[in-house]
């Protein structure tokens, strides 16, 4: 018998196709990316996995109905008429998000409040209670989409957010997002195939994501729960199976991965949350200025780093980035170096060619994720060396 059902992940700009192939990986069918989103199914074991296991997705949701809908009485009664009772009790508590993109709805908020009306006055007729509303930690949240005169109506298998991965209790400032964090990675081709550094790695989320992609550690074994743990017909058991089978599929990491901060506040905060995800066997961080540093590795690096944009920090941001292409260059032959930046100005100052550059959004910033190739000798020597 076939128990399978859509689910919608989301994700960030320009992570779908990353985030499609990882679902593909773990095992879901019919994978179809979207905008900013991937639709696919899979059966109530598989959300479970996804949840835990995918690590560029921010949330994973469930459609449970949809409808054409013109104004808040079509909205109401649409709403009023599902049967709740399969998701929720009087006792429970709920919240409604919602996203809007219509002519006939302008406010979400004003949506939410229609959506709860309903649900509660549906409660209200039937059992002559009502579940409470809260916004912070609901057993159940709701999430409405209204798109033009259609209404979808879907239910959080998440909750906060999945880049709250759970290891990360101190940042710096403008900290990497988990899940930025982890599709950079994934898009740099990054697989635990060399050494690995973060030559600015502020409080290790680079690191840290790093680490757990090369031992294949699920994205989100160190967080606390998930919303799907609170719904009527959670598998405490099926769960645990799914957690275990997992785990069993951890690799052993044989390289390096390194990370330099300048900052001591930075170094302590990078440890402990390396240790907070039980990381510290495979990572070590040192109090270094990447501009004093070079290669200490032999053959080859794999570089992914961050560096300030200027939006916080008062750096001559040219004369910054022209040390990390004069350090690049100087100190880390056999070395793919990556970065991210909003400061398309500041990144001409590297000098040298990128051999990719890629649109990505850090936040609401637009950036570039970049590559340069640093070769072992000469490039006219490796060119040679490749021909041969």
């Not at 879901?28 to 990316?33: A, L, Q």
């Not at 982890?182 to 740099?188: E, F, I, K, Q, V």
């Not at 799907?228 to 275990?244: A, C, P, Y």
Request: neutral net charge; hydrophobic residues 35%.
């Amino acid at each position: 018998m076939n128990n399978n059902f859509k689910m919608v992940a989301k994700t960030l700009f320009g992570f779908e196709e990353i985030l499609a192939k990882e679902i593909r990986n773990l095992g879901g069918g019919n994978v179809v990316p979207g905008v900013r989103s991937v639709s696919f199914e899979g059966d109530v074991g598989f959300m479970y996995k996804a949840n835990l296991c995918a690590r560029t997705a921010i949330k994973i949701i469930k459609p449970i109905h949809s409808f054409t809908v013109r104004n808040e009485n079509e909205l109401y009664r649409n709403i009023y008429a599902m049967d709740w009772a399969e998701y929720l009790a009087v006792d429970m508590t709920l919240a409604i998000d919602t996203t809007v993109n219509s002519d006939n709805f302008t406010h979400s908020l004003y949506v939410s409040q229609k959506v709860k009306d309903a649900i509660v006055d549906k409660f209200r007729d039937t059992d002559g209670k009502r579940p409470d509303v809260d916004v912070k930690n609901p057993d159940l949240r709701i999430n409405i989409h209204i798109q033009k005169e259609h209404c979808n109506v879907s239910i959080d298998s998440s909750g906060r957010s999945l880049h709250q991965r759970g290891y990360r209790t101190a940042t710096n400032i403008a900290p990497i997002n988990e899940v930025l964090a982890a599709g950079l990675l994934l898009m740099s081709g990054w697989h635990g195939q060399s050494d690995f550094m973060d030559p600015m790695c502020g409080s290790g989320t680079l690191l840290t994501e790093a680490a757990m992609i090369a031992c294949n550690i699920p994205a989100n074994i160190n967080r606390k729960g998930f919303a799907f743990e609170k719904w009527h017909d959670f598998d405490q058991e099926l769960f645990d199976k799914i957690v275990e089978v997992c785990l069993n599929k951890t690799q052993e990491f044989r390289h390096k991965i390194i990370g330099y901060d300048k900052a001591p506040s930075a170094v302590r905060k990078a440890g402990d949350n390396i240790e907070n995800a039980n990381l510290d066997d495979y990572i070590t961080v040192d109090r270094k200025n990447f501009f004093q540093t070079e290669k200490q590795t032999e053959g080859p690096l794999h570089m992914v780093f961050n560096p300030p944009y200027g939006e916080r920090l008062n750096l001559d941001m040219e004369e910054f980035y022209a040390s990390i292409g004069d350090t690049l260059k100087q100190g880390y032959p056999g070395t793919n170096a990556w970065l991210i930046t909003s400061n398309m100005e500041a990144l001409k100052y590297v000098g040298l060619r990128t051999s990719k550059k890629i649109k990505v959004f850090n936040s609401h910033l637009e950036s570039r994720f970049v590559k340069y190739e640093m070769y072992e000798g000469s490039r006219k020597r490796q060119d040679k060396n490749e021909i041969e």
